[in-house]
């Protein structure tokens, strides 16, 4: 993978630079050892491979919520789209909080409902 596929993800995709540490008497790391060398975080693929994950999901969730509101199956976007957020919490895909909160707002925008 090249430097300009990695720059296709845009700036405000969350990057899931929090780094988790565990108690004790000498503070421990979550990290992973990836050819010879520990990881903190994502790797620049992994973050790719994310993004395109959930660029993919909010093109299928655009195209979902324009199809609705043309049959008239949505009265309140607003209460359309939280629905929508928590049964993407609730399938299990494991996206972090702030990725789901980017898939909503990608989304919309995709759709043209800001």
């Known amino acids: ?5 990695l720059s296709d993800v845009p700036e405000d995709f969350p990057r899931g630079n929090t780094a988790a540490a565990l108690p004790g008497s000498q503070t421990k790391y979550l990290a992973r050892e990836i050819n010879g060398r520990f990881v903190v975080g994502l790797t620049q693929g ?3 491979e994310r993004w395109e994950n959930c ?3 909010a093109q299928q969730l655009a195209a979902r ?18 629905e929508t957020e928590h ?5 299990g895909w494991g996206l972090s ?3 789901v909160i980017w ?6 925008a995709l759709a043209g409902l800001g």
Do not use: P, W
Request: avoid cysteine; proline fraction near 0%; aromatic fraction near 4%.
């Open 103 to 108: 898939l909503i707002r990608r989304t919309r």
């Open 97 to 99: 909080n702030d990725e």
């Open 87 to 91: 049964r993407v919490k609730g399938q």
């Open 1 to 5: 993978m090249n430097d300009k596929n």
């Open 65 to 82: 919520t324009l199809r609705k509101l043309a049959e008239g199956l949505i009265s309140d976007l607003e209460a359309f789209y939280t």
């Open 46 to 48: 992994e973050l790719r």
């Open 55 to 57: 660029e993919d999901l």
